[in-house]
């Protein structure tokens, strides 16, 4: 399974982007790159996925190198919701259709008013 | 998209007894998975539970240790047996829409304390 580094913690000024990076040197090429976030006392959330083209949603963008080995999320105006732990995942796949996503310790947001 | 609850959302056990959490979807989904999270930590899976099949347990997590049922594709029980303080940590269901593998979706969690 191809493994992620991300800072342990970041801080952002609200109202600003926020740029939490990733990388993922051992990618493979059939695997994507997931963003979650986890806001104090919930499940985790779904934020965006990628394999190789920038994209963005209503919430983030993302934006992934040409050599995939790192990827950046940007949340492009930062509110204090927005605080949060931001899990950057690559997908891995076991045993045919079985689908799990595998937690490293993640990036902790703080939005500051 | 799906909504997941879980009871109980908390709870504090003594030693050596067992609790039953429960996972309630509110629509049908094949995969089913078992997340600890652990005071500070990460989430770690503890297992898969696709109906239909028996539950995969990840290296570390065995059967006799945390039962799974998943009778039905909204439902799920996962059992922590023979707590110790050790197992005190929040424990998330979550679901794959059928029509999506793309986005996880996550319960609130059962927090457990066990003293």
């Known amino acids: 399974d191809a493994k992620t580094t991300q800072p342990p913690s970041m801080d952002c000024a609200e109202g600003r982007a926020a740029n939490l990076p990733c990388n993922h040197s051992?990618?493979?090429?059939?695997?994507?790159v997931y963003w979650y976030r986890q806001i104090h006392s919930q499940g985790p959330q779904y934020i965006i996925h990628g394999l190789k083209n920038n994209e963005t949603n209503e919430m983030a963008s993302l934006i992934i190198t040409e050599d995939r080995k790192s990827s950046t999320l940007i949340l492009p105006h930062a509110t204090l919701r927005d605080t949060a732990v931001y899990y950057c995942?690559?997908?891995?796949?076991?045993?045919?259709?079985?689908?799990?996503?595998?937690f490293g310790k993640g990036t902790l947001l703080t939005v500051n008013p | 998209s799906a909504v997941i609850s879980q009871k109980p959302s908390r709870d504090i056990c003594q030693r050596g007894t067992s609790l039953t959490i429960q996972c309630q979807v509110d629509?049908?989904?094949?995969?089913m998975f078992w997340y600890r999270q652990q005071p500070g930590q990460s989430l770690t899976l503890i297992a898969t539970?696709?109906?239909?099949?028996?539950?995969?347990?990840e290296s570390g997590f065995v059967i006799d240790k945390f039962p799974i049922s998943r009778p039905n594709l909204t439902f799920s029980t996962l059992t922590v047996s023979n707590m110790s303080p050790e197992d005190s940590s929040i424990y998330l269901c979550?679901?794959?829409?059928?029509?999506?593998?793309?986005?996880?979706?996550f319960g609130p969690g059962t927090r457990l304390t066990v003293l």
């Open positions: 995942i690559v997908r891995v796949e076991s045993g045919g259709s079985n689908y799990k996503l595998t």
């Open positions: 979550s679901v794959l829409a059928d029509d999506s593998y793309n986005e996880q979706f």
């Open positions: 539970a696709n109906q239909g099949s028996e539950a995969t347990y």
């Open positions: 629509s049908q989904v094949t995969m």
């Open positions: 051992t990618i493979s090429g059939n695997e994507y």
